[in-house]
């Protein structure tokens, strides 16, 4: 091994300059300008916290209720909540979601 060590060209401090002047000397010099972020949309509703609630049902029901999700393209909870809702209990827009599978976008 060797004694020697690296010696680093110092980094100058950054300069004390607006952005508005940066953009006119980037006009005049004709670099490409960056775009500013735009501004993030307004989040949806949130969804209230989920339990895990197990029952049991017939096995024809759960068939029923599994082929009708499949034919709808949602999930049985989906099913299940919406019956629940149209008995009169409260359920929220925001947790009623068709399907609550990840993004389909997978290869198939």
Request: zero cysteines; glycine letters at 4%; hydrophobic letters at 40%.
């Amino acid at each position: 091994m060797s004694d020697k060590t690296i010696q680093f060209r110092p980094i100058a401090a950054p300069l004390d300059v607006t952005d508005s002047a940066l953009d006119v000397v980037n006009r005049q010099l004709g670099v490409p300008t960056l775009t500013k972020p735009v501004a993030q949309p307004e989040p949806g509703p949130v969804r209230a916290p989920v339990e895990k609630l197990t029952i049991e049902i017939p096995d024809y029901l759960a068939d029923a209720l599994r082929r009708e999700a499949a034919a709808g393209r949602s999930a049985a909870k989906y099913l299940v909540m919406m019956a629940l809702r149209k008995d009169g209990y409260r359920v929220d827009d925001a947790d009623l979601v068709p399907d609550g599978r990840r993004s389909k976008s997978k290869p198939r």
